[in-house]
Nanobody, 123 residues
Framework: QVRLVESGGGLVQPGGSLRLSCVVSGFTLGDAAIGWFRQSPGKEREGVACIETSRDMPSYEDSLQGRFIISSDNARNTVYLQMNSLKPEDTGVYYC????????????????WGKGIQVTVSS
C-alpha cells in the first residue's frame, strides 16, 4: 500500500512560485529519502532535489542555483518542493519518489513513484 501523491502543480508565470506537496503512505517517512524529479517531452527524467528525512539533509541539482527548496514534515507524511523564480525551462511533469532505504542516490535507486503532476511556466 505504498503511495505517493503529488499536488500543488499548475500554471504560473515566469518569475512566480509554486509549492508542490508529496503525501506519502505505506511507509515511515522519517526513515526514507524522498526525491523530486521532472520530465519534459523528449527529455529524460531528471533529478531536481532529494531529502534524507532522518537527517533532514537536502540535496539539489546544481543547475537550480538556489531557486528550489525541499523540506519534509514527517509528522504530516508530506514532503514539499518550494519552487521560486520559475523559468519556462522548469516546465514539466514533476514526480516524487521514495527510497525506503533512506538514501538519496540516483534515479535508479528510488523504489516507489508518484504519478506526477504538471507544472507549466509560461506567460
Amino acid at each position: 500500500q505504498v503511495r505517493l501523491v503529488e499536488s500543488g502543480g499548475g500554471l504560473v508565470q515566469p518569475g512566480g512560485s509554486l509549492r508542490l506537496s508529496c503525501v506519502v503512505s505505506g511507509f515511515t517517512l522519517g526513515d526514507a529519502a524522498i526525491g523530486w524529479f521532472r520530465q519534459s517531452p523528449g527529455k529524460e527524467r531528471e533529478g531536481v532535489a532529494c531529502i534524507e528525512t532522518s537527517r533532514d539533509m537536502p540535496s539539489y541539482e546544481d543547475s537550480l542555483q538556489g531557486r528550489f527548496i525541499i523540506s519534509s514534515d514527517n509528522a504530516r507524511n508530506t514532503v514539499y518542493l518550494q519552487m521560486n523564480s520559475l523559468k519556462p525551462e522548469d516546465t514539466g511533469v514533476y514526480y516524487c519518489a521514495a527510497d525506503t532505504g533512506g538514501l538519496c542516490l540516483t534515479i535508479h535507486g528510488m523504489d516507489y513513484w508518484g504519478k506526477g503532476i504538471q507544472v507549466t511556466v509560461s506567460s
